[in-house]
């Protein structure tokens, strides 16, 4: 049976005060204070866990009837982190089979990268018991499935060329 989904990751930019390897450095034009001065800019991703089974995994889930594949990620980030997401681009998707009640499914799961804009990690549904922002070199390590992994990395990818985008059109 082949099955759907689709999620995320959600990021939001924060400076650092000081250097840092574990966290992914900008140092172009975009990161510049109001004085031209550098400063240093660390990505942050939300992940979702559940303690009892000690997985950490990007926030997705199911379509709903009417739903965009679209509208499903940025439904699911949000009911599934608690934070508000405005959606940047697609990523790309991963596909794995699994069997539940003696019915293999296929499953495809679409991602998108999506920036935080509003919320907060405490209102998340119960769906997870865990919700953390973690670097993007603690979320690599935390991840459980490579195939995730393998998706933060894309994200960090367009994520630079997104912030280049931003700064080219002069935006702050």
């Not at 697609?90 to 990268?113: D, N, P, T």
């Not at 953390?132 to 690599?140: D, G, K, N, T, V």
Request: proline share 3%.
């Amino acid at each position: 049976m082949r099955a759907y989904s689709a999620g995320g990751v959600v990021f939001r930019l924060a400076p650092l005060l000081s250097p840092d390897r574990d966290f992914t450095q900008n140092h172009s034009d975009a990161s510049r204070n109001d004085e031209g001065v550098d400063k240093m800019v660390s990505m942050e991703v939300v992940l979702v866990g559940r303690s009892h089974a000690g997985i950490w995994t990007l926030p997705k889930g199911t379509p709903q009837p009417g739903e965009t594949i679209e509208q499903v990620a940025v439904r699911e980030a949000q009911e599934e982190t608690g934070v508000q997401v405005q959606l940047i681009a697609y990523i790309g998707s991963i596909s794995y089979a699994f069997v539940r009640e003696q019915v293999r499914y296929h499953k495809q799961v679409r991602h998108f990268l999506l920036e935080a804009v509003g919320g907060d990690t405490a209102l998340h549904d119960h769906e997870y018991d865990l919700v953390q922002w973690f670097s993007l070199y603690e979320a690599s390590r935390r991840l459980t499935y490579q195939n995730e992994v393998n998706i933060l990395y894309q994200a960090e990818e367009m994520l630079q060329r997104w912030l280049q985008y931003r700064q080219q059109e002069g935006q702050k």
